[in-house]
């Protein structure tokens, strides 16, 4: 790494997009962020704020009004931050901002956000982030770091060296945010097994308004968590990423320990914003329907009910279904 300052680009400043942020503040980059009006205001204001480990971890931040307006720090790399459900919406500007050489990389959940993104960008420049740590913003904009699971994981679409990625990647080290390089394959395994945990559960509090902690101890409930456990992990099984043989209980181990609150697509459809179902159920719903064989039946009635909620909400047309649900 050179000794010139680097421009990160940061589209979304919540938990994650701060956490990330701060720690690359942390390590001397600039950071350049655009988000929601309020959001921007308060980054203004406080810059980045994080406490992590009892630390308070604050940097000035410069912002941009539009993700479009980037373009004019000419950033090093962009991070994306967002819900993945506004992909479609914000890469235009993100392909525009980055043009043809800016390293652009997603921290969202889901299966998948990398590929949509190459459809803007060229792929050759598309990183996927799979994230290991977890917080909450409170109304002020501070973050507080909940844990933190190392290593966060990163990987390239195609297989080749990235000098800008390892750049990114030492100074989340040198910064306390651990993180390592991965091969493409074992990227979207990664990324695949964690979106199976969230399947199991976003979507089953979200339609029955229960904290994840109900939804693991309820008796009709437990049941279904394992069910989309088995159905996600039988997806998995057939694209060859395997886990170990004691994968199915490490899962459930690992739900067991869900808090008692309510998880973001609970938020979401209160709050009558679009849900990241398309990217998680859906998108295992998805790949499993092309193999043409699996029982995904305890899927597909979560992306069923989710879809309509968001019609019923006014986030989705009401023709609006992909394929892969309509016709099993």
């Known amino acids: 790494m050179s000794g010139d300052k680097i421009t990160v680009g940061t589209i979304g400043l919540g938990p994650v997009g701060a956490v990330v942020g701060a720690c690359l503040a942390k390590a001397g980059a600039e950071i350049v962020a655009t988000d ?19 630390e308070l971890l604050q940097y000035a931040v410069r912002t941009a009004d539009s993700i479009r307006a980037m373009a004019d720090a000419r950033p090093y790399c962009m991070i994306i931050a967002t819900k993945a459900s506004i992909l479609k ?32 960008v060229p792929p050759e420049n598309v990183c996927r982030m799979v994230v290991n740590f977890a917080g909450g913003i409170d109304a002020q904009g501070v973050v507080r770091v909940g844990w933190f699971n190392p290593p966060n994981c990163f990987g390239l679409i195609e297989e080749r060296e990235e000098p800008r990625l390892t750049t990114i990647i030492d100074m989340l080290n040198s910064a306390g945010l651990t993180s390592e390089l991965v091969s493409p394959f074992t990227i979207k395994k990664k990324a695949f097994l964690k979106t199976v945990l969230n399947a199991s559960l976003l979507p089953l509090c979200a339609v029955m308004e229960l904290t994840m902690k109900q939804a693991m101890q309820g008796k009709a409930t437990r049941p279904l968590v394992e069910k989309l456990v088995r159905e996600g992990l039988s997806v998995a099984e057939r694209l060859e990423y395997d886990y170990g043989e004691d994968i199915f209980e490490q899962c459930m181990g690992y739900l067991d320990k869900g808090g008692d609150h309510h998880p973001s697509m609970t938020v979401d459809l209160q709050c009558k914003l679009p849900t990241e179902i398309d990217f998680i159920n859906g998108k295992i719903l998805e790949i499993g329907h092309s193999f043409g064989d699996l029982d995904l039946e305890t899927h597909r009635f979560f992306v069923s009910l989710l879809m309509t909620a968001e019609v019923k909400n006014g986030t989705r047309e ?6 892969y649900l309509l016709n099993p």
């Open 36 to 54: 929601l009006p309020h959001r921007i205001s308060q980054l203004e204001k406080s810059g980045i704020q994080v406490y992590w480990d009892n």
């Open 89 to 120: 919406q914000i890469m235009p500007e993100v392909a525009e901002a980055a043009g043809d050489h800016c390293l652009v990389i997603s921290t969202q959940n889901g299966i998948g956000t990398e590929d949509e993104i190459a459809r803007y």
């Open 318 to 323: 009401p023709d609006d279904f992909p394929e």
